[in-house]
């Protein structure tokens, strides 16, 4: 079997090494060394913008990895769709064409549904609460031992923001959203918790949300500030309501097999630089989160202040939905570190 992985990759980076040629979006870690070729080169792939946190953090990895390695490993880094949709992405990490991707856990879920529980809604009390969870035991289990059920390991868990509904009106109370038509993931979790709140979801694309909100296809979505401030969404939706309905990781994800087949120096860089990115990624979020609030404000917005009772209390109807999913059990661990 490792040999069989062994001749894949060497095809991969024949590939890779062919394609490259200045195209690549911050192929950070390349190049140094004084000319050194590298040994190995990985591409990694992601949906958002060169502005987006997350993506200056992959740069910023992508330059702690060569560090690490001397120059050994150079990581390729494509944003903004280059390599695709988040689920072609994690299907490339098992095709051999990504090495590494980054996914929403609802993505995750068609291969392990039971990770769909940082998904429910209102699962995590707090900002300290979510990070003792992915921080600890729980968050190595779900990255190692649940995803690696399908041969998949996540090496580091980024903070995407607490989510939040925005509109073409005011929302004030739970009532105010009752027949609205609002964009969500195509994901049944998230399809569950706008029939929840009285509201009808309607799955679409990133791309496609703008003009939804423009022409009133839907009379609003549900996501995280900076998402909200990046796609534009606030001028077409200047009423923001502070729900935090969902507070949940995305997971950058590897192939098991393919991240043992490297040399254990070369895997032990790899794991600790992105433990490290982790933490820059969650320290930019943090600093740019602050600045666009300035923004939004600046532009307009309305931020309205909600009694988030009403709205914990109809989503409990998602945890029945999907208890069986995800686990009492699992519900319960997590709650105890509330």
Sequence with gaps: MKKVLAILLAVVLVLTLAACGGGTAGGGGGGGGGGTQPEFILNLGDVLAETHPHSQAFFWFADRVHELTDGRVQVNVFVNSALGSQAELIEGLHLGTVQIAKSMTTGLAVYVPEIQIFDLPYMFTDLDHFFRVIDGEIGAYYANEVLGREDMIGIAYFYAGARSVYTNRPVHTLADLNGMLLRVPGSPIFMSLADSFGAAGTPMAVGEIFMALQTGVVDGAENAPIFYYQQRHHEVAPYFTFTEHIITPDVVVMSRSFLESLPQDIQEAILQAAQEMSMVA???????????????????????????????????????DFRDIVGQDAIDRIQALA
């Design 282 to 320: 969650r320290n930019l979020w943090f600093e740019l989160e602050e600045t666009v609030f300035e923004s939004l404000e600046a532009d307009g917005v309305t931020f309205i202040e909600v009694d988030k009772a009403p709205f914990m209390e109809a989503a409990r109807v998602v945890w029945d």
